[in-house]
């Protein structure tokens, strides 16, 4: 049984940082790509970013680009999500996305508040 399991999500002031991360566990033979996406309360799921099996390649959202960061331990089985300079629309349940043994996952998600 493969599981994807977030953690670090919480509440922060505008301007302040958070790191999200994602573990993996179970029968893994394989992990290729590892991402991140988030849905706002009322809104579709939405593309944040991702990294490749090596760590060598990352794709962001234009809109996130300058401010989050991600990197992944392979040894850990583990992605991260460093995000800086969070605004109140980065409020969000952040969800992240695996493809592990040839399938897609996906993990329960952690919610990110943003707010004063």
């Known amino acids: 049984q493969v599981q994807l399991v977030e953690s670090g999500g919480g509440l922060v002031q505008p301007g302040g940082s958070l790191r999200l991360s994602c573990a993996a566990s179970?029968?893994?033979?394989?992990?290729?790509?590892m991402g991140w996406f988030r849905q706002p309360a009322g809104k579709e799921r939405e593309f944040v970013g991702d990294?490749?099996?090596?760590?060598?390649?990352?794709n962001y959202a234009d809109s996130m680009k300058s401010r989050f960061t991600i990197s992944r331990d392979n040894a850990k089985k583990t992605v991260y999500l460093q995000m800086n300079s969070l605004k109140p629309e980065d409020t969000a349940v952040y969800y992240c996305?695996?493809?592990?043994?040839?399938?897609?996952?996906w993990g329960q998600g952690t919610q990110v508040t943003v707010s004063s």
């Open positions: 990294i490749n099996w090596s760590g060598s390649s990352t």
């Open positions: 179970g029968t893994i033979l394989s992990i290729g790509t």
């Open positions: 996305n695996s493809r592990i043994n040839g399938r897609g996952y």
